[in-house]
Nanobody, 117 residues
């Protein structure tokens, strides 16, 4: 399996910030687009943001202007900076490789983000 490890989640109040990290395959990191996903309790997984090998980013409308996806090509790490968090952002967040709109890696445990007063 191609497994990715997410970290950085936690419990924050509305308006707070978190930065999530993802440690993916170093080999695949240099080739494929990588995305952040989230899945709230009782709901299906949804795509949050993507970043290509060349650094081109794309965001879902519900996070645009609040979240920033980035990659460190030296450390082979993926990040998601989340600002102005709202309760609707509560979910388990995952990272995965993408090719042609499909996910290439296995889904791991993700990291839990909870936004609550």
């Amino acid at each position: 399996q191609v497994q990715l490890v997410e970290s950085g989640g936690g419990l924050v109040q509305p308006g707070g910030s978190l930065r999530l990290s993802c440690a993916p395959s170093a080999t695949m990191f240099s080739i494929y687009t990588i995305g952040w996903y989230r899945q709230a309790s009782g709901k299906q997984r949804e795509l949050v943001a993507t970043i290509t090998r060349g650094g081109t980013t794309k965001y879902a409308d519900f996070v645009k202007g609040r979240f920033t996806i980035s990659r460190d090509n030296g450390k082979k790490m993926l990040y998601l900076q989340m600002n102005s968090l709202v309760p609707e952002d509560t979910a388990v967040y995952y990272c995965n490789f993408r090719l042609g709109g499909a996910e290439l890696g296995s889904w791991g445990q993700g990291t839990q983000v909870a936004v609550s007063a």
